[in-house]
DNA sequence: ACTCGATGTAACAGTTAAAGTTACAATTCA
DNA sequence: TGAATTGTAACTTTAACTGTTACATCGAGT
């Protein structure tokens, strides 16, 4: 099972506001680029924007990255849109059998071995800034 | 967005069967331990048993491990039921716009980087082997 | 004040994958 | 042979993502 492609498109979509930062974004213009529909991108900006991440213009339109790109890492990101902060990557059954000795302790064993693994993940992301992207992208798109 | 519930399932599947392993661990028993149907059980053993991990008794049944508990890594198990080698963790949108500057490179910019972290995750749960999980068990279990 | 272009969101449909369930042929062994 | 079990197909249910339409609301310029 994989994950959503929201993580992705978050990235494209913030490569491109800062891009194209010295023009006006719009969700369809976004939506051009990366090829979904604009209110998926709408979507996605509010969670963006309810992270403090990026902000959007009403009426006139338009949206821009409001911190510097070195503040924000791609840990950020992903909470924003993927997997929020105290939620779980793995999905643990919901019914282990309490009558059971294995099903009584299943979570005390497992469970900080998910969440280690889970670490693992985030920790990486988040040794990843935004501008270390941005850099990456100016050498490849010129 | 959240992985399933086959790894934690697939976990206490092991170690149930290793707990048990003196008596016959049916797909029934082992959905009662786990709160799932059994049919559920035997679709994640069919692929325990393709990773080679497990061996399954036809007619007579029972399930057991068939590898040295030091040689089977969670990693093992993760591949075997939620991400085969060679697949993907993050899903990528599918159509990025080659007519823009930032949709014809995004590949190249963001792949390596979400290799990277799963490569994290991965690592993490190679360290870990089923070795270590039941020596925790019985800790927790006695 | 009006209008135009854009956002924010609700509502619903389509799609996909997981998980539940039933059913039954095939298998093993007493 | 018969009972218990596996393997698997088929179908249903559920949940989440994604696509789409629609429309109220907003902001800025005329």
Redesign the pocket.
């Known amino acids: ?2 994950l ?3 993580f992705s ?1 978050s990235l494209h979509m913030l490569v491109a506001m800062e891009v194209f930062k010295d023009e ?6 976004l939506a051009n680029s990366i ?6 991108i ?2 996605i ?2 969670q963006l ?1 309810e992270a403090g991440i990026v902000e ?8 821009k990255i409001v911190k510097p790109l070195t503040e924000v890492n791609l840990l950020d990101v992903y909470r924003a849109v ?1 997997v929020s902060p105290n939620a779980l990557l793995f ?1 643990f ?3 282990p059998n309490p009558d059971c000795p294995v099903g009584k302790n299943i979570h005390s064993i497992l469970d900080h071995r998910l969440v280690e693994a889970q670490n693992a993940l985030e920790s990486q992301l988040k040794d990843q800034t935004l501008a270390d992207v941005m850099t990456e992208a100016y050498e490849k798109i010129n």
């Open positions: 099972m994989q959503s492609s929201r498109i006006k974004v719009t969700s369809s213009c090829g979904v529909n604009p209110v998926v709408r979507r900006l509010s924007k959007v213009k009403r009426g006139s339109g338009g949206a993927e999905n059954h919901d019914n």
